[in-house]
């Protein structure tokens, strides 16, 4: 069984563009996050989706980031624009099982660096 | 403000001896904690978790204590492999609410040969 794919692994914009990361869940998990990590910092919890809808965006930063999960299946994080605290390892994770918190597989995440 | 603490951001330890990682939370409303391993350029991979309902649990060499008084948890392994060494985040949820993990800033662990 294939894991969570994240694109791009890594990505160097410049303040003020525009970057989209690309999320391909498990398939048939319905259960799909985004979680970024600040160096140094915690891993914190940006987003939950189930299927396509929005279940949780109370850890979205600001207006500048938006989350679509076309049809249920792959997701996409768009920064627009980037600022410097941008910056970080953004993760994405599914579930199958709303309710087996553990049950949450990680992709291996894209290093955004704004400069 | 930070939920969930880790105030060890390294540790060594020697090969074949015991590695402690503590983790200790603020919210009482966590009922279910996690233990994440991970790699350079890997996302974090689960280990072994535990209910609130329980103080302690057990998997091979790994275990997890809980002190839900003391709002602590600690992952013990023993006998630590150099296999072992990578960052270990303490996480938590609250199952009866939002379905998000809560982590801790991470412990660079590293066993030495």
């Known amino acids: 069984e294939a894991g969570v794919t994240q694109f791009p692994s890594h990505s160097v914009i410049e303040k003020g563009q525009t970057v989209t990361l690309r999320c391909d869940p498990i398939?048939?998990?319905?259960?799909l996050y985004w979680y970024r990590r600040v160096m140094g910092k915690e891993i914190k919890f940006l987003l939950h989706?189930?299927?396509?809808?929005?279940?949780?965006e109370s850890g979205m930063p600001n207006n500048r980031f938006l989350a679509e999960r076309t049809g249920g299946t792959y997701s996409t994080l768009k920064v627009q624009p980037a600022e410097l605290e941008d910056s970080g390892v953004y993760f994405c994770?599914?579930?199958?099982?709303?309710?087996?918190?553990?049950?949450?597989?990680f992709g291996p995440g894209t290093r955004l660096t704004v400069t | 403000d930070q939920q969930v603490k880790q105030n060890s951001p390294s540790l060594s330890v020697q090969e074949g001896r015991i590695s402690i990682l503590n983790c200790d939370y603020t919210n009482s409303m966590f009922d279910y904690f996690l233990w994440y391993k991970k790699y350079p350029a890997e996302g974090p991979t689960f280990l072994i978790s535990i209910s609130s309902i329980k103080d302690k649990n057990e998997d091979g060499r790994f275990t997890v204590f809980l002190n839900k008084s003391a709002k602590h948890l600690s992952l013990h392994i023993v006998p630590s492999q150099p296999g072992d060494s990578a960052v270990y985040f303490c996480a938590a949820s609250a199952l009866t609410g939002a379905n998000n993990l809560f982590f801790g800033t991470g412990t660079r662990l590293t066993v030495i040969p």
């Open positions: 398939s048939g998990h319905d259960n």
């Open positions: 989706f189930v299927k396509e809808s929005k279940q949780d």
């Open positions: 994770a599914s579930s199958q099982d709303l309710n087996m918190a553990y049950e949450q597989y």
